[in-house]
T-cell receptor, first 111, second 116 residues
Framework: KQEVTQIPAALSVPEGENLVLNCSFT??????LQWFRQDPGKGLTSLLL?????REQTSGRLNASLDKSSGRSTLYIAASQPGDSATYLC??????????FGTGTSLTVIP | GAGVSQSPSNKVTEKGKDVELRCDPI?????LYWYRQSLGQGLEFLIY????????KSGLPSDRFSAERTGGSVSTLTIQRTQQEDSAVYLC??????????????FGEGSRLTVL
């Protein structure tokens, strides 16, 4: 069964720093990988979707990379802002449309 | 609609009562998922609907939980004889599933259930 791990579980950085969040998965036979953010008491907001044939996707200050063979993805956040404070989750989807979620990284950006 | 809509946003009920949670997916999305998120925990898969196919119920924790999707659109998650351990946020998500590689998942804001 697919297992998705996110390290670190929590991260605190000063405003303006660039940072990297990590996501690893055990089975490389995935169709795509998606990054989400979740604010307290809210649902998940989609940030980036990387298809299995792609190596990276960019949206504004966010850049996500995918290395299927090594079972890893990273989410790079440039010039972090206090509004980036949230929990970030990654999810992979396999055959059968089943999504497997990591437990998330809780990010705090200190003003 | 513009996004996935869930109701009620908050529900407080007494132990033993039945509850119904509703999800209205994005128009045209054929795939619909229910997840449960307990306080401080990750997402727990409950059930998945894809078009007119039989749903994948493999994540339902007990026979007190059931879900249906009428007309391939709105879905209702029903919890019978609620227990305190059912307290959680129930999240619904939908996807266009136009080929697996396009299946970006969109979530609603969730229904927070508290069982007293």
């Amino acid at each position: 069964k697919q297992e998705v791990t996110q390290i670190p579980a929590a991260l605190s950085v000063p405003e303006g720093e660039n940072l990297v969040l990590n996501c690893s998965f055990t089975d490389s036979a995935i169709y795509n990988l998606q990054w989400f953010r979740q604010d307290p008491g809210k649902g998940l907001t989609s940030l980036l979707l990387i298809q299995s044939s792609q190596r990276e996707q960019t949206s504004g200050r966010l850049n996500a990379s995918l290395d299927k063979s090594s079972g890893r993805s990273t989410l790079y956040i440039a010039a972090s802002q206090p509004g980036d404070s949230a929990t970030y989750l990654c999810a992979v989807v396999e055959t059968g449309n089943q999504f497997y979620f990591g437990t998330g990284t809780s990010l705090t950006v200190i003003p | 609609g513009a996004g996935v809509s869930q109701s009620p946003s908050n529900k407080v009920t007494e132990k033993g009562k039945d509850v119904e949670l509703r999800c209205d997916p994005i128009s045209g999305h054929t795939a619909l998922y229910w997840y449960r998120q307990s306080l401080g925990q990750g997402l727990e898969f409950l059930i998945y609907f894809q078009g007119n196919s039989a749903p994948d119920k493999s994540g339902l924790p007990s026979d007190r939980f059931s879900a249906e999707r009428t007309g391939g659109s709105v879905s209702t998650l029903t919890i019978q004889r609620t227990q305190q351990e059912d307290s959680a946020v129930y999240l619904c998500a939908s996807s266009s599933n136009m080929g697996l590689a396009d299946g970006e998942l969109f979530f609603g804001e969730g229904s927070r259930l508290t069982v007293l």
